[in-house]
């Protein structure tokens, strides 16, 4: 069935550091991906996302790349800030409104 | 505009009984999915309704069942519950309606804390 992994938190980093958090999948077909992300006593919210191969989604500094060949949709910042701090989750849907499928989170800590 | 709101915040119920959860959806949304979040994990596909009526369901028992009401609201209840069922459950709204291509994205509301004692 289709899953999706991440990369073991938590993840503690310096402002202004680069921020990787890998992310690989397994679906069938040609799944959309996503990056979620979860504040402090928040739900979740969509951060970026792409839907076809070597698409890159992009917000708030935040980029991911589809890659197919690799099955991964690793996210990156280059500069991060203390009000990143959160926790961020992977995500797919290999069909149009089927049910996201999410990694377990990673856990993100900015410190000044 | 209010987005995706979920009542109550917490509860406290205690093994063998039930709670209903309740969730309204973003303004002009159609469709209500729910999730369970354990500590530590990723949300886990409940279920969708979808023109008051479940499309499609996770892997969970049928102690949870739901309802969606003709303005698109939505109600979780959960029945005899266990210890194992504490979680966050989070309630996420889209328009799936009108033939949107892609992956309508989903809105999702701050949750309610479930404490099973």
């Known amino acids: 069935g289709n899953s999706v992994t991440q990369m073991e938190g938590p993840v503690t980093l310096s402002e202004e550091a680069f921020l990787t958090i890998n992310c690989t999948y397994t679906?069938?077909?040609?799944?959309?991906l996503f990056w979620y992300v979860q504040y402090p006593g928040e739900g979740l919210q969509l951060l970026l996302k792409?839907?076809?191969?070597?698409d890159k989604g992009s917000n708030k500094g935040f980029e991911a790349t589809y890659r197919k060949e690799t099955t991964s949709f690793h996210l990156e910042k280059g500069s991060v800030q203390v009000s990143d701090s959160a926790v961020y989750f992977c995500?797919?849907?290999?069909?149009?409104?089927?049910?996201?499928?999410f990694g377990k989170g990673t856990r993100l800590s900015v410190i000044a | 505009d209010a987005g995706v709101t979920q009542s109550p915040t917490h509860l406290i119920k205690t093994r063998g009984q039930q709670v209903t959860l309740r969730c309204s959806p973003k303004?002009?949304?159609?469709?209500v999915s729910w999730y369970q979040q354990a500590l530590g994990q990723g949300p886990q596909f409940i279920f969708q309704?979808?023109?008051?009526?479940?499309?499609q369901r996770g892997n969970f028992p049928d102690r949870f069942s739901g309802h969606q009401f003709p303005n698109y609201s939505s109600e979780l209840n959960v029945n005899a519950l266990l210890l194992g069922d504490s979680a966050l459950y989070l309630c996420?709204?889209?328009?799936?309606?009108?033939?949107?291509?892609?992956?309508?994205?989903?809105?999702f509301g701050n949750g309610t804390r479930l404490t099973v004692t």
């Open positions: 996420a709204s889209s328009l799936l309606g009108q033939g949107k291509s892609g992956n309508s994205p989903l809105h």
């Open positions: 679906a069938t077909g040609y799944p959309s």
């Open positions: 792409a839907t076809k191969a070597d």
């Open positions: 995500a797919l849907s290999d069909q149009r409104n089927t049910p996201l499928v």
């Open positions: 303004s002009g949304h159609d469709t």
């Open positions: 309704y979808y023109e008051e009526e479940e499309r």
